[in-house]
């Protein structure tokens, strides 16, 4: 690196400094200002997130049937530790995509929505109710079959998913039925080591949207590792004194 370098790095690095600071006065100028909804906003929240979340670890399997024109089902069952167990019917999908990649190679991806609030079990936390629910699913995988050519169903099992590349998140809000308690939660799915799949494209072009799928994501012999982080209230923590 030469001085003339240097010194356009230097000038650089002071005016994005410069720009920082800005961005944070105008910030505290606007935490500051008398803003009841705002506030209002903020105290909704902060009995939930005055601590860090419950992590859970549980062993669960998933079976998703979904279309892009009927109603569809997603089932999640926890066969060990803790997680929820739930069976919804979900809209269609509206942004669902599959792409082919190379000559093997497939990624499909969507999010998808409850048609309604979903009863569901919380292993340790008991029963309740679904109440906001969104799914984000990316899956690639590095074989599959298409024994009827292009633009036909797509078949593929776990052992084709590439390597830690089936992403399922679950995201919402599950209100507890014995005290109307709310539990925001976040859902992660780990590796995948037994299921299959069928995807149908909506056309032949390698680049399209998803018809309808069916997937299952472990099984109840070998089941998916998911990670559960849940806000919960606490009331009546004791604030200590210090020595």
Known sequence: MNIVDFRNRQNLAIYLAAVALAVSLASFGRSNSPNPSAHEDNDSWKSERQYPPLVFSGSSWLDCSISSSANGRQI???????GFTFDATMLPIQNGKVQLRGQTGMMYKFDSFPTAAVKAHFTGLGDGMITEMKSEVEVSVARFKQPDGAGTAIHFTAADIAADSAYVEFTGEFVRTSDLKPFPFRVLFGRVRDGSGTVVPSNAAPDTMILRKQVT????RFPVTVTTALYEAEDNVAKLKLP
């Open 76 to 82: 999640m069952t926890t066969t060990s530790g803790q």
């Open 217 to 220: 994501l472990g099984s109840v």
